[in-house]
């Protein structure tokens, strides 16, 4: 290629950089794009099971309040290009959106391959230049700032660079962490590294309970450190273990504590919120209309029969025994399961089912209203890569467009 100094270089082709190459060619910034794979965005390909939820209709300050105490780092991004933003973003080169939930957005198409090609067409058009197949072993630095990047084929200058290469999750997508090791060498700290988002292990193999899936349950850390740590969504179990959306969501607090504890003791309310008066209550009422009802039967009438199977013999009681002929104690034992199941969780299967990654650049090292470095001028970061993850439901993917956008933007 004749070209090889630009205005921009931006290192990966996932969501943040697409969008922050998309606001800086906007912006009259020659752009490349650079991305090791054969193809770009494999990984926004299959966000959201290849349904790509890109967002959710929450308001900012409830946004940032669902990635903790590490929020408010985002203000400026939302400020820049929230969920409202991105919408218009999109229909303003041809995706439609919906949420078709009141919550969760996506194109309404629901399939991602409508947002890529969207996003390609956009590029060609603004004229950013899109090199595939381009591995970066080294940024270039000159006298503290950016002077450009050594790919293993080739040498491309330009004043700004930008990170944007994710983290080490669904490493068949691409995902090696080379970002981390390239940030780490021009000084910044990168936190603990821990896969989030993901199905977890647990000690008890309840395999006959695989065939439902549990609405609103809540799961609780039971370690007395780690009280407050909890989530609610559905589940499912599997094989090994638990997932769905309320596991997903509970893991990113879990795996550190694994790396910790070893096991993690945890708490389940499967039967909706309800409190044991309220079970206790509704057992009553159902073996006052069911004379000399099965304990199994009464329990079933809150939950799938194989799980209230399982949930008995856990109690210490026959399924197959009749309320009335068990004692106060063992129906307090059982009642006190129903209200909070324990659990243990014992492992994972690491980053290669993670969807994201717990940690990454230091944030304190990364300004908040530009996304560019604090340590070298004219580095910039945006995405998974820093140390800000959140929940699904279209959280993640939201701040890697909004961060992307404000790189893309605020270039000097």
């Known amino acids: 290629m004749k070209n090889k100094n630009y205005d921009l270089i931006v290192i990966g082709a996932g969501a943040a950089g697409i969008?922050?190459?998309?606001?800086?060619?906007?912006?009259?910034?020659?752009?490349?794009?650079?991305?090791?794979?054969?193809?770009?965005?494999?990984?926004?390909?299959?966000?959201?099971?290849?349904?790509?939820?890109?967002?959710?209709?929450?308001?900012?300050?409830?946004?940032?309040g669902r990635f903790g105490r590490d929020g408010r780092f985002m203000q400026e991004a939302l400020k820049l290009f929230d969920h409202n933003d991105l919408v218009a973003f999109f229909d303003s080169i041809g995706v439609e959106t919906h949420a078709p939930d009141g919550y969760r957005v996506f194109p309404t198409s629901?399939?991602?391959?409508?947002?890529?090609?969207?996003?390609?067409?956009?590029?060609?058009?603004?004229?950013?230049?899109?090199?595939?197949?381009?591995?970066?072993?080294?940024?270039?630095?000159?006298?503290?700032?950016?002077?450009?990047?050594?790919?293993?084929?080739?040498?491309?200058?330009a004043p700004n660079v930008i990170i944007a290469t994710?983290?080490?999750?669904?490493?068949?997508?691409?995902?090696e962490g080379d970002g981390y090791t390239m940030a780490s060498e021009l000084g910044h700290k990168i936190t603990a590294l821990h896969p989030a988002m993901m199905p977890l292990r647990t000690k008890e193999k309840w395999e006959n309970c695989r065939a439902d899936t549990i609405p609103k349950v809540e799961l609780r850390v039971a370690l007395p450190k780690?009280?407050?740590?909890?989530?609610?969504?559905?589940?499912?179990?599997t094989?090994?273990?638990?997932?769905?959306?309320?596991?997903?969501?509970?893991?990113?607090?879990?795996?550190?504590?694994?790396?910790?504890?070893?096991?993690?003791?945890?708490?389940?309310?499967l039967t909706k919120g309800m409190d044991e008066h309220k079970i206790l209550n509704h057992l009553k009422t159902q073996a006052q209309n069911n004379p000399d009802p099965k304990i199994l039967d009464l329990v079933a009438s809150l939950l799938p029969r194989p799980l209230s199977e399982e949930l008995c013999t856990l109690s210490g009681i026959d399924p197959e025994?009749?309320?009335?002929?068990?004692?106060?104690?063992?129906?307090?034992?059982?009642?006190?399961?129903?209200?909070w199941t324990p659990m243990t969780i014992t492992g994972h299967d690491g980053f290669k089912m993670a969807m994201i990654t717990r940690g990454g650049v230091n944030l304190k090292e990364i300004n908040p209203k530009t996304m560019q470095s604090k340590l070298i001028q004219g580095l910039y970061f945006c995405g998974e890569v820093m140390n800000i993850d959140g929940p699904c439901g279209g959280y993640n993917l939201q701040w890697s467009f909004s961060s992307g956008a404000l790189a893309g933007k605020l270039l000097q």
Not at 39 to 44: C, D, G, N, T
Not at 57 to 64: A, G, I, K, P, V
Not at 251 to 264: F, M, N
């Open 19 to 64: 969008m922050a190459s998309i606001i800086a060619a906007r912006n009259g910034k020659n752009v490349l794009l650079l991305e090791k794979l054969s193809q770009i965005a494999a990984k926004l390909k299959a966000t959201g099971g290849g349904r790509c939820n890109l967002t959710n209709t929450l308001s900012n300050e409830e946004f940032m």
């Open 110 to 157: 629901h399939s991602s391959l409508t947002i890529i090609e969207a996003l390609k067409s956009e590029m060609e058009k603004l004229g950013v230049t899109v090199l595939s197949s381009q591995k970066v072993e080294k940024i270039l630095i000159d006298d503290e700032r950016t002077k450009g990047v050594k790919t293993t084929k080739d040498s491309f200058f």
């Open 166 to 175: 994710g983290g080490l999750g669904y490493p068949v997508l691409g995902a």
């Open 226 to 237: 780690h009280k407050k740590l909890r989530a609610n969504g559905d589940l499912i179990f």
């Open 239 to 269: 094989k090994n273990g638990i997932r769905g959306p309320v596991v997903l969501d509970f893991a990113r607090d879990v795996t550190p504590l694994l790396d910790t504890y070893g096991e993690v003791p945890i708490l389940l309310n």
């Open 321 to 339: 025994e009749r309320w009335g002929k068990i004692g106060g104690a063992q129906k307090d034992t059982l009642i006190k399961t129903l209200a």
